[in-house]
C-alpha cells in the first residue's frame, strides 16, 4: 500500500518534468508554449462564464420556486408504477442540468431516507450512471462553435435513460 502511495505522489511531477524535457529535447519553447496555452484557455473561460451563469440561475429558480417539488410529486404518481420512486424525478430532472444542484437533492434524500435505503442505493448510483447534459452540451458545443448538434440529445437522452434504468435495477427497485 505505500508503494502505491508513493508511485501516486510522484507521478505529477514526473508528468511535468516528462513534458518539460520533451518539449525540450524536440526544440519547442516550453515556456512560450505554455503561456499560449494558458491565454488560450482563460478566453475559453470567458465566452463560457454566462453560460455558467444562467444554468446556475436557472437550476436555483427551479429548486427555490417549488416548481422541482410539484413535477416530482406530479410526475412520481406515473412512475411510480414503473418501480420508479417518486422521490427521485427531482433527482432526475436536476441532474440533466447541473451536478451541484443534484449532489445537494442528493444529499436532501440521503437525510430523509438514509443512504442505505433503496432509494439513497437509487439515487447514488443514478448519480454515477448519468451526465449533467445541458450543462456538458452548451459548455463543449459552445467551446468548440458547433451551432448543430445533430442527434447528440437524443443519445444523450437515452444514454441516461439507460443509467437511470440501470441504477434502480442494481438497487434492486424492480
Known amino acids: 500500500m505505500q508503494f502505491i502511495l508513493y508511485v501516486s505522489q510522484l507521478m505529477i511531477p514526473f508528468l511535468i518534468f516528462y513534458i518539460v524535457a520533451l518539449g ?77 444542484a443534484a449532489t445537494g437533492l442528493l444529499l436532501d434524500l440521503y437525510r430523509e431516507y438514509g443512504t442505505d435505503s433503496s432509494i439513497g442505493l437509487s439515487a447514488s448510483l443514478m448519480m454515477c450512471c448519468t451526465e449533467t447534459i445541458f450543462y456538458t452540451m452548451s459548455i463543449y458545443f459552445m467551446t468548440a462553435n458547433i451551432k448543430k448538434t445533430r442527434h447528440t440529445l437524443c443519445g444523450a437522452l437515452l444514454a441516461t435513460a439507460a443509467g437511470i434504468a440501470a441504477s434502480i435495477f442494481l438497487a434492486g427497485q424492480m
Not at 529535447?25 to 462564464?49: K, M, N, Q, W
Not at 451563469?53 to 436557472?58: E, K, N, P, S
Not at 427521485?88 to 442540468?97: A, D, G, K, N
Open 24 to 100: 525540450l529535447l524536440s526544440r519547442v519553447p516550453v515556456y512560450d508554449s505554455f503561456i499560449r496555452g494558458a491565454r488560450e484557455g482563460i478566453r475559453t473561460v470567458v465566452r463560457i462564464v454566462p453560460t455558467l451563469i444562467g444554468l446556475m440561475i436557472a437550476t436555483g429558480v427551479l429548486r427555490a420556486s417549488g416548481l422541482l417539488d410539484f413535477l416530482g410529486a406530479w410526475i412520481g404518481h406515473f412512475t411510480q408504477q414503473l418501480h420508479f420512486p417518486g422521490a427521485l424525478v427531482p433527482l432526475t430532472i436536476l441532474r440533466m442540468f447541473s451536478s451541484s
